[in-house]
């Protein structure tokens, strides 16, 4: 089936069948390795994209049912200004290890500080609860967003 | 012999060699000989011990500093890159750091385990920038006609104060390129509080990269008309291929190739059969396997269940002894006349990996030369397994290595390597990328092995620890254990107390088990530290206090099988410090919430750990923890120091408390994905604080040491809560 979908703001063509997942449309049709495949079962968030701005597991979503929905992915979010201070927030204080899951938890935070300007711990943990981090950087992703929420650290800053 | 001693007593077999960059500059290659004591016992090194370093400076100052070992998130890329930059004195905003392909005949030996990056490369990797630093002095000096020794050096520049001229390294790079290099044994270095990058933060070299989505990881690479491929394999472990009916499978949308493949018949040493299934996208091929019909063999798994291991282990307890391993001293004796004895069992599961990036690796087959681009921890082990496998040459293999997306052990094994080396072999000239499912991923590890444990104690009239007995039942073939299912036989209170008895049964496993993140420490110091807890309960003290008593006088207790000896003093230092940083005395204020201990000594790194837990209808919360660490004198990265044991401390947590256990039936793994085997989520995240003890030694490794405490430390605090012994993980409590 031909597709034309919108990525990152422009016009995508494609000829997939529609139940193929937009991951492996993005991953493996379009080269848009950012975003990454991890359970292929919205389990670990590592496939997280926006969809008409709300955080959506990309492996999750059928390619047949996006229409003419506005597909955001990890290559765009510093053309942002909110993705780009998320960004320079998580190089401040280096949350990552390995770095797998990164591009999928800034999608997810970029989508709760842009409904919600300054998360309380609860609201943080809630919205990043699916986002999976094998290696444990938590405490440095509650920090860089506080940090990119402009919000004072209550116990200093990590590290 | 000190460690500093032993590097610097072979530092004369060491080839240094200069040469002139391409373009104009100085090449510095080092090839270095490491003693065999720097290797670590625990993940025991494949190819020859000798370590290399190779560092250029172009003409227009930039220092590229090439990166031999694999990068899976330890920060390796970065921390062994400061030790060279800082003793060359530049700036680290102009290094560039290229990551190796691998070749041993040039970079020596290629890896990432047992937490070995940082004791091995300490020493050399300075000496390599220090050699730099000397040459482009030496050529500055010529130039400008002064002694050497009156020129400094800082950011990357050569200054002479006496004449206040100055030039960058750049200027006199390719000069220095024509220079002999020094004896790296008399090379100066820096002293610590001279250093202008080792001990202060460093943001990971990838890490801008990593978060715009660039492609960085194995499973990003793209080749121009790569394929894609899936590897279904038997249901059960050690399953064989007996017949494949592909045809239908063949018709799948956008499958290009579908091939049985006849391996080798030992996942644990080689190829397990399979069919592979090639397309033009991921999911294609995934797609396509519900319509392979594959006859398996799979009589060989049957009764490898967790029952029947559950039962044999009864079984091999009850029967007593098993083998000895370990004998100091009259343990029976003492335990039959201590005026107290207690005995407890123990037990932990098989547990997976689960890297966050699945097992993958791209290859293409072209005119009999096999180029290949891995995640890896053992690339040269896999080369090996490729020329054994699949007669591949070594020098007929190009291999390049690529970021993974964790490792944690499991990229020790290279079974997805030979795997797409088998596939691209069968479709020649086409570069094909093997993925894994998570699901094939969960099902097909090499795991953590389970195992069980009878422990007995005798305890004196004064609370003292008079004899201490531990029976283990695990895995292996009666002779050896199967891979990362040994003990430890200098594991606490051995070496401490004189009358001591380790002892060892095993059982046959179909499954393929291997080493995971602090392998045999993160059981064996479960197990361990809880019962010495129950010792310390019944001896009228808690587990610090018997600790330090155990320890004694500060002195180095030697280890049996070349292992590193055990530092009382400075066990010590972190157990005194942990006690203080939590205020171990004071109990918490709230209703329900205790406070745990625990010590390891694992990967040369002295680790003690308190948690404060509550526990509320069945369930545990992880409040707080509190990490107390000796790795030697001087944290490399302490951005990436913290970053390790944080995340140590929450995978340790994660396997307590999650419900992480892999189980079988027949052979075939329960589990399959995140939802039946979960990882830690953040909302269980605790506060952590981490206190350096700083010792005169030299630096050790952070991968691995700071895990194995923090789980007895979480089960100690749930008996000090609610008065309920955890002996058996991962730990489920009653809902009332």
């Known amino acids: ?159 | 012999m000190s460690h500093e001693a032993r590097v610097a007593a072979l530092d004369r077999r060491t080839v240094l060699k200069a040469s002139l960059l391409a373009g104009g500059g100085l090449a510095l290659d080092a090839l270095i000989p490491l003693p065999a004591k720097v290797l670590d016992t625990e993940t025991a090194s494949p190819v020859p011990a000798a370590l290399s370093a190779f560092v250029s400076v172009a003409a227009d100052g930039t220092v590229t500093i090439v990166s031999k070992n694999p990068e899976i998130g330890q920060g390796v890329k970065t921390s062994l890159s400061m030790m060279v930059a800082d003793e060359l004195d530049c700036d680290w905003s102009q290094v560039r750091i290229a990551q190796a392909e691998v070749d041993e005949k040039r970079y020596g030996e290629q890896s990432a385990g047992g937490s070995t990056a940082t004791p091995k490369n300490w020493l050399p990797m300075r000496q390599t920038g220090a050699a730099a630093r000397a040459m482009l002095v030496q050529a500055a000096a010529l130039r400008w006609q002064v002694d050497a020794r009156e020129l400094t050096t800082a950011k990357g520049r050569i200054f002479h104060r006496a004449t206040g001229r100055s030039l960058g390294y750049g200027e006199v790079a390719s000069a220095a390129a024509r220079l002999t290099p020094p004896d790296l044994s008399t090379v100066p270095l820096k002293e610590p509080a001279q250093f202008t990058i080792i001990g202060h933060p460093v943001v990971g070299i990838d890490s801008a990269r990593i978060l715009k989505g660039e492609p960085i990881f194995g499973v990003d690479t793209r080749l121009p008309g790569l394929l894609y491929a899936v590897y279904e394999v038997a249901p059960a472990h050690g399953g064989r291929l007996v017949k494949a009916d592909i045809e239908s499978a063949k018709l799948s949308l956008g499958v290009k190739h579908v091939v049985p493949i006849i391996g080798n018949g030992d996942a644990n040493t080689g190829l397990a059969d399979g069919v592979a299934i090639v397309a033009s996208n991921w999911w294609l091929a995934n797609q396509a396997r519900s319509r392979l019909r594959v006859d398996w063999d799979v009589s060989a798994a049957k009764d490898h269940s967790s029952s029947v291991y559950r039962a044999k282990a009864d079984a091999a307890i009850a029967a007593g002894a098993g083998t000895e391993l370990r004998l100091d001293g009259d343990p029976a004796a003492k335990l039959a006349s201590a005026p107290k004895r207690i005995s407890a069992r123990y037990d932990y599961p098989f547990i997976a990996h689960a890297p966050m990036e699945p097992q993958n690796c791209t290859a293409r087959y072209r005119d009999g030369r096999l180029e290949v681009w891995a995640p890896s921890q053992l690339p040269q082990q896999g080369l090996a397994t490729l020329h054994k496998t699949l007669g591949i040459a070594p020098d007929a293999v190009t291999l390049h290595l690529t970021r993974a997306g964790g490792g944690f052990g499991r990229r020790l094994m290279n079974d997805y390597m030979v795997q797409v080396a088998a596939i691209a072999k069968a479709v020649p000239g086409v570069p094909i990328q093997l993925v894994w499912s998570r699901e094939d991923d969960i099902r097909r590890d090499y795991f953590r092995p389970g195992g069980w444990h009878r422990f007995e104690a005798g305890i004196g009239t004064n609370g003292e620890l008079i004899a201490f007995t531990d029976h283990f039942v695990t895995f292996g073939d009666g002779k050896t254990p199967a891979r990362a299912a040994g003990f430890n036989p200098a594991m606490p209170p051995a070496g401490l107390i004189q009358h001591l008895k380790y002892s060892q049964s095993m059982m046959p496993t179909v499954v393929t088990t291997g080493p995971l993140r602090a392998p045999g420490s993160n059981a064996l110091c479960f197990a361990s530290q809880g019962f010495l807890d129950e010792v310390a309960v019944a001896a009228g003290t808690d587990l610090p206090r018997l600790m330090l008593a155990l320890l004694g006088e500060p002195r180095e207790v030697p280890a049996p099988d070349d292992r590193p000896a055990f530092d009382t003093g400075r066990a010590r230092g972190v157990i005194e410090k942990v006690m203080q940083t939590s205020s171990w005395t004071q109990k918490p204020a709230q209703p329900g919430r205790a406070k745990g201990f625990a010590f390891y000594f694992s990967h040369r790194g002295y680790f003690a750990e308190v948690v404060e837990a509550g526990v509320s209808g069945g369930e545990v919360t992880v409040h707080r923890v509190w990490v107390a660490a000796d790795v030697g004198s001087q944290i490399v990265n302490p951005l990436g120091a913290d970053n390790q044991v944080r995340g140590a401390v929450i995978d340790g947590l994660a396997q307590a408390l999650t419900g992480q256990a892999i189980e079988f039936i027949d052979g075939v793994v329960q589990q399959s994905n995140f939802d039946d085997f979960p990882l830690a989520r953040i909302p269980m995240t605790p506060e952590i604080e981490i206190a350096w003890v700083k010792s005169d030694k030299p630096p050790t490794g952070l991968g691995e040491p700071a895990l194995p405490p923090v789980i007895p430390a979480l089960t100690n605090a749930v008996f000090a809560a609610t008065g309920t012994r955890i002996r058996s993980l991962p730990i489920r409590l009653a809902s009332t």
């Open chain 1, 1 to 159: 089936m031909p597709y034309r979908l919108d990525i990152n703001g422009t016009i995508r063509k494609v000829d997939v069948p529609p139940d193929m997942p937009l991951l492996w449309v993005l991953r493996d049709e379009l080269g848009l390795v950012g975003t990454k495949f991890g359970c292929g079962k919205g389990l670990c968030g590592a496939c997280t994209v926006h969809v008409n701005g709300a955080a959506q597991r990309s492996c999750q979503l059928t390619v047949g049912s996006i229409g003419y929905a506005k597909i955001h992915t990890i290559e765009h979010i510093g053309e942002t200004a909110l993705g780009a201070r998320l960004q320079q927030a998580w190089l401040e204080i280096d949350v990552m290890q390995c770095g797998y899951c990164q591009a999928g938890q800034i999608m997810s935070a970029c989508a709760l500080l842009a409904q919600t300007a300054q998360p309380s711990t609860a609201q943080i943990n809630s919205a990043m609860a699916g986002n999976l981090c094998r290696c444990g950087c938590y405490n440095r992703i509650r920090s860089a967003i506080r940090i990119a929420a402009g919000i004072e650290e209550e116990t200093g800053r990590v590290a």
